[in-house]
């Protein structure tokens, strides 16, 4: 396992750069505030996708514990906007500290800039009162009627980036979220719980809820938005097949490797 002695505080900037080999990479943009539910694998996930995107060359990460990069207008002290990223992702929960101007900037950075969105996890519990982010993400969180379990997991769509990383079929101990307000017409589904092993006279789940998707993709106007729900717990982030998946996950995002997904 690899060393994670990184101590995240609120309204910590911490940025990593990238070495000179690496000038040309792209700009990622991890938030991780929390508003409800503290997730401790959000340290793990900020120091994967730095990981990764150092040893790829691919791309520079820069951390915030807050949101006050989520925005297009200028800020003091030289510290970057949405303007200077090329994707932004969010491991966040809860009614974000994002006024009605941040909105309408993250919004637009997908669809009208072309940039990229990525949710991971409890991102799906951000903002339970603003329709368009849900709009946006593809769909919310409705319970988690397993708790975290041997998940059974299937992959839908092999062909699209880092899914052939992944067996077939295969179980991952981790929490995974019930989802509502999902259309398969609107996303590609790139993974999902394996109904045929599922407990679903579990407490919590719907009555006649037949589909669980865990990660999908689509297009936002000129923008790219995946939703990925694995990653509650540390040791996912280990899993050499989680972070190839990653890489490639980070990559589509960005606009840099091919898979297109169904419009919103």
Not at 91 to 102: E, V
Request: hydrophobic letters at 40%; one cysteine or more; proline letters at 5%.
């Amino acid at each position: 396992m690899r060393p994670r002695g990184m101590l995240i505080l609120p309204a910590l900037l911490v940025f990593l750069a990238a070495p000179a080999w690496a000038q040309g990479a792209k700009r990622l943009l991890v938030v991780g505030e929390a508003k409800g539910y503290q997730h401790d694998a959000i340290t793990a996930a900020m120091v994967t996708l730095h990981d990764l995107g150092r040893s790829s060359g691919r791309w520079e990460t820069t951390f915030r514990t807050d949101c006050r990069n989520i925005t297009k207008k200028p800020l003091k002290y030289q510290v970057k906007n949405l303007n200077d990223f090329d994707a932004v992702a969010f491991y966040t929960d809860g009614d974000l500290s994002m006024d009605d101007s941040q909105k309408a900037d993250l919004l637009s950075f997908v669809r009208d800039d072309g940039k990229g969105f990525v949710g991971i996890h409890s991102a799906a519990i951000t903002f339970p009162s603003w329709p368009e982010y849900a709009n946006l993400l593809g769909g919310v969180f409705d319970g988690h009627p397993w708790g975290q379990f041997e998940a059974p997991l299937v992959v839908e769509d092999a062909g699209f980036p880092g899914m052939a990383s992944l067996s077939p079929r295969f179980s991952l101990r981790d929490e995974i979220y019930q989802i509502k307000g999902f259309s398969r017409a609107r996303s590609r589904v790139l993974l999902s719980l394996d109904a045929s092993k599922l407990d679903l006279k579990a407490k919590g789940v719907r009555a006649g809820r037949a589909e669980f998707p865990v990660i999908w993709a689509h297009t936002y106007g000129k923008g790219r938005v995946l939703y990925n729900g694995l990653g509650h717990r540390d040791e996912v982030w280990d899993n050499p097949a989680i972070r190839a998946m990653w890489t490639q996950h980070v990559l589509w995002a960005m606009g840099l490797v091919p898979g297109d997904g169904p419009a919103r």
